[in-house]
């Protein structure tokens, strides 16, 4: 139960992080990304803040043989970059490029309630599932049999 409301407790100040740094912002997001035109540096400073909290606790975390709310750390098998993973990466930044938005602050932004981020959000959703849909549809397809360059 301490997991949770930890878990809990992070997710409150995280979201109180986004929306205090502008995150939730679609063009300030896509003023910051748009280095080759009219730039907005400011969400720099955020990321910076970002990178200065996490590095010293991580470096922290590291040194620790468990965590201190779980048995043991997760096991992370898949390491290397490969095309999946690279297309997934281009294929998020294009579309936080276009929106403004990512998945953590459009969820903060839903406390606004406007139609553009209930239907990001729907959208966000729909994709996910239809990705998880389409993943599964592929593991339990029959597989070609035999050479049929041969025949």
Not at 5 to 31: N, S, Y
Not at 72 to 79: G, L, M, Q
Not at 96 to 110: E, H, M, R
Request: aromatic share 12%.
């Amino acid at each position: 139960m301490s997991a949770l409301w930890t878990a809990g407790v992070a997710g409150l100040l995280f979201a109180f992080g986004l929306g205090l740094g502008g995150m939730t912002d679609p063009a300030r997001v896509q003023g910051f990304l748009d280095v080759t035109g009219s730039w907005n540096p400011t969400l720099a400073f955020v990321m910076g803040g970002a990178l200065a909290v996490h590095a010293p606790l991580s470096w922290l975390i590291r040194r620790r043989k468990t965590p201190v709310l779980a048995p043991a750390f997760p096991n992370v098998s898949h390491t290397q970059l490969d095309r999946r993973l690279l297309g997934g990466a281009a294929l998020f930044g294009v579309g936080w490029g276009l929106s403004g938005y990512c998945p953590g602050p459009v969820l903060v932004s839903l406390a606004g309630g406007t139609g553009t981020v209930l239907l990001f959000v729907a959208s966000m959703f729909a994709g996910m599932w239809l990705f998880g849909w389409w993943e599964r549809s592929r593991a339990t397809a029959p597989q070609p049999q035999g050479d049929l360059s041969s025949s």
